[in-house]
């Protein structure tokens, strides 16, 4: 509908339509110039469409021109009522598909400007929970349970940040150790909030399986599966997620994957199933069974390849009204250490000189806390300019540089090569929410130790700076 009440309405055609104020008790158009049942448009056997004036009040009007039967041709504008133009067009479903992706990039552009902020200010909160709760053991119950769900509200809030980047925009895998069980705790917890109180959901997971992948991304796979399993139970149901290890032989391996030792993911639903002909299209970009604009049939395709791009592959099984079962398998590794918060005595004191650099107010407060309780002396700097008064005053003394990747009065590109120049022999880490695969192999060419990932803890940033200390002792012995 180009104009009307209803601008921007779409009525579906299809074989033939009738269209009106009421039509069978439904209101196709609101517009009491349209008559109940105003206008018929029907698909003749060559093809082509009709459209046909149904004894309207105010009559039909083809470009212009009032019309009893006329065919009808792709751009023709309908005027209908007194006020109600509608646009005959075909409509391309994959150029819809299209749009929708581009839409998706520009919600990721979006969403990646504001994760940066949105993650200095969860750094800020992390990184003095973890100061207070380290400063006052002894403090009373009820502070210690404010301070405790502060801290998990601020984990899952950035946990939801890098959903939600994940789910915006596609990027490049970080490959990290990542625990296996972990990830089916945060995906059941994330889909019991989104699957219908009728759907129960279970799980079994070995303990200790690990693979190396990007959790962000492997979230997503296990999050699509359990939301489609959803949509298979309108009726409710059971939707069964498992892991465990798997032997891949000769007579088990599905085709693409080599003998070995692999962690296999099962995401089993009691829906209603796919016929074979179904089955055989889930894989193919755009195809969705779901109704026209509730899917936008890249799901599935997008899981395969990320599971591909772990080295694994992706199987389904599914029969008609006996449910469907996604097997995920990934290659097997050692799992990754579960994170832990930090108010214990674990964090061993340190020694050293520190300078960091971050634009945020908050952040610096935040981090030089942390720095000072672990014995460190702190050194800040809000930019380029201080970082370099900073280091003109007290270079030769500068056991690390901790630098925010972005920076006003110069980039951080044009920043390091200086830090190495004045500071040869200091320790670099930088601080960061982006994990572009790219940009990472040129700070570490650049002579970086490691990158610092925002929204950081107390925990992380004591291991991150630990292990730059010891490199820095080792390469002064």
């Not at 004894?55 to 009522?81: F, I, M, W």
């Not at 930088?430 to 040129?442: A, F």
Request: charged residues 25%; proline residues 5%.
């Amino acid at each position: 509908m180009l104009v009307g009440p209803d601008a921007g309405k779409r009525i579906a055609v299809g074989d033939g339509v009738i269209v009106g104020r009421d039509v069978d008790g439904r209101g196709l158009i609101i517009d009491e110039g349209v008559s109940r049942r105003h206008m018929r448009v029907s698909r003749q056997a060559d093809g082509t469409h009709l459209v046909e004036d149904l004894g309207s009040r105010n009559g039909t009007y083809v470009n212009g021109q009032r019309v009893e039967a006329a065919p009808l041709q792709s751009g023709d504008k309908v005027a209908v009522g007194s006020g109600t133009i509608l646009l005959f067009t075909h409509n391309d479903r994959y150029e819809e598909q299209v749009v929708r992706a581009q839409k998706m990039q520009a919600l990721g552009q979006l969403a990646g400007g504001v994760a940066h902020d949105f993650n200095n200010l969860v750094l800020a909160i992390l990184g003095n929970v973890d100061y207070l709760k380290a400063r006052d053991p002894n403090a009373p119950a009820d502070v210690g349970e404010c301070l405790g769900e502060i801290e998990t509200a601020a984990r899952r809030a950035a946990q939801l940040t890098r959903q939600l980047l994940s789910f915006a925009r596609k990027r490049e895998a970080v490959m990290e150790p990542v625990d296996i069980p972990a990830l089916v705790h945060e995906a059941s917890s994330l889909l019991r909030r989104t699957l219908p109180r009728n759907v129960d959901l279970v799980t079994d997971v070995e303990p200790g399986l690990g693979v190396m992948g990007d959790s962000a991304q492997l979230l997503q796979v296990l999050i699509n599966a359990g939301i489609n399993a959803g949509q298979a139970m309108p009726k409710g149901g059971r939707l069964a997620i498992r892991a465990g290890r798997f032997s891949m032989h000769g007579d088990t391996m599905p085709p693409g994957l080599s003998p070995g030792r692999y962690v296999r993911i099962e995401i089993e639903d009691s829906g209603v199933g796919m016929d074979s002909e179904t089955l055989s299209r889930v894989f193919q970009p755009f195809f969705s069974t779901k109704p026209e604009g509730e899917g936008t049939g890249l799901g599935l395709s997008t899981a395969q390849s990320v599971v591909r791009d772990h080295g694994g592959e992706i199987d389904i099984r599914s029969r008609l009204a006996h449910g469907t079962r996604v097997s995920v398998f990934l290659p097997a590794s050692e799992p990754s250490r579960p994170l832990q918060a930090a108010d214990d005595d674990a964090l061993t004191s340190l020694s050293g000189v520190v300078l960091l650099v971050d634009e945020e107010a908050l952040v610096r407060n935040a981090a030089r806390r942390l720095l000072d309780r672990f014995g460190l002396e702190a050194l800040v700097a809000s930019d380029v300019h201080e970082a370099t008064l900073v280091i003109e005053h007290r270079g030769p003394d500068i056991d690390l540089v901790i630098v925010g990747d972005e920076l006003p009065g110069g980039s951080l590109e044009t920043l390091l090569p200086e830090l190495r120049r004045s500071l040869p022999h200091a320790e670099l880490l930088v601080s960061t929410s982006k994990t572009d695969p790219e940009r990472m192999e040129q700070l570490e060419r650049q002579g970086v130790l490691a990158i610092l990932r925002k929204p950081y803890g107390a925990r992380s940033l004591w291991g991150k700076v630990w292990l730059a200390l010891q490199r820095r002792r080792a390469r002064k012995g």
